[in-house]
């Protein structure tokens, strides 16, 4: 087995002539000294280069999901990178504006927007809030009936297309909770309803169809149906969602978000949409710009069978696995180009059995207790989705750029434990 494929290591990585790997002028093997592990290391001109690609493909429609990853150092590099942000709960929106983010660079989505979400948006003036289903409509129209502002918004649809990708992150077929079916004829109701109602000012339609999506047709195909759907309505904004997958494991691979904005704008054109594309990746942006250093506290080795190694993080800091089955590399941070010539299980801390980082990885057969081993393309829906199951503390989050690491995100401490238990 090869050494890990340099494509899924984060933009500026060098690996110095020992074999150890820096990121951004930093050395992942001092930053886990430093500042322990699990660590979550992110390139922030990986980032920031994502971030700029996107608004020189999309301009103004060009729109970071922040639920990948959202801190306000986060909201603050995509910000003054030119994107605005989705947020999709009450939360995200409050670490947005604490952010110092102007709440009208901020759209609003999610498909049970509480009273109270709908009161913090409009109470703050939101860009857009993108409405979801018809008990929705009913609450904007009393909030901004009660002196609210009243709100320019986006109305969901679903297309009706399969985005082939996990059942669990698709959301453009019809049998979907998210936004109002096309097919049925309820997304036209609902948009005809929202444009006649004197608390609500509908500016677009949207569409989201799914995510960690490779196959680009099925996008084209999403436009096809609401560009078609919209058209009648003459409206000025479009918005086609996120959802652009990335390689996590050597041997995949897609489109970058240059190829994959440019072929959108192409087809828009195609279908004479004269209305302003909006595009919301998040994976994209993120994924590869981060990695993740563990410490090996012990290894298991069932000749015939497999070898385990386990380390200081698990599920708590990256559910996907468990979740997806989404697979990962494997490496050591002190021997990039090291032959990886063992297979083993990378597992995690917790009581489960299912507790898995990478079910098939390998590592070089030099292993031993102490290593800081590492996962590429860590950066989205890792540190966001995680949790404190078996009470074990979240992660510390740094940017490095320029030789300099910042935490932006602190280790959690055991009396954090306790800030919200009232005993």
Known sequence: MTAVPTSLLPDNTVVGSDGSLSVA???????????????????????????????GVFGDGAVYASKAFLCRAMARLVHAAGMRIDVATGGELHV?????VPADRLILHGNN???REIEMALGAEVGRIVIDNEEEIDRLESAVRSGLARPRVQVRVTPGVEAHTHEFVSTGQDDSKFGFTVSTGAAEHAVRRVAASPQLDLVGIH??????????????????VIAAFSEPFGLPELTIGGGLGVPYVEGEAAPSITEWGTSLRRKAD???????????????????AAI???????????????????VDGGMSDNPRPVLYGSGYETFLPRAVGADRTEPIRLVGKHCE?????VREGRLPA?????????????????????????????????????GRARTVVRRETFDDLLLTDVG
């Open 25 to 55: 002028g930093c050395s992942m093997l001092e930053l886990a000294r430093d500042h322990g592990t699990p660590l979550f290391v992110y390139d922030e001109a990986h980032v920031r280069a994502r971030a700029e690609e996107t608004v």
């Open 96 to 100: 947005a504006l604490a952010a110092g």
């Open 113 to 115: 927007k509480s009273p």
């Open 207 to 224: 569409a989201h169809i799914g995510s960690q999506v490779f196959r680009a047709r099925s996008y084209a195909e999403a436009l096809e």
């Open 270 to 288: 195609d279908l004479g949409v004269s209305a302003t594309l909006f595009a919301e990746p998040g994976r994209a942006i993120v994924a590869a």
């Open 292 to 310: 993740t250093l563990y410490t090996i506290g012990s290894i298991k080795r069932l000749p015939g069978i497999r070898t385990y190694v386990a």
């Open 353 to 357: 059995s299912g507790d898995v980082l």
């Open 366 to 402: 030099d292993v031993e207790v102490g290593d800081v081993v590492a996962t590429p393309v860590t950066g989205a829906y890792g540190h966001s989705m995680g949790s404190n199951y078996n009470k074990v503390l979240r992660p510390e989050v740094v940017f490095v750029e320029g």
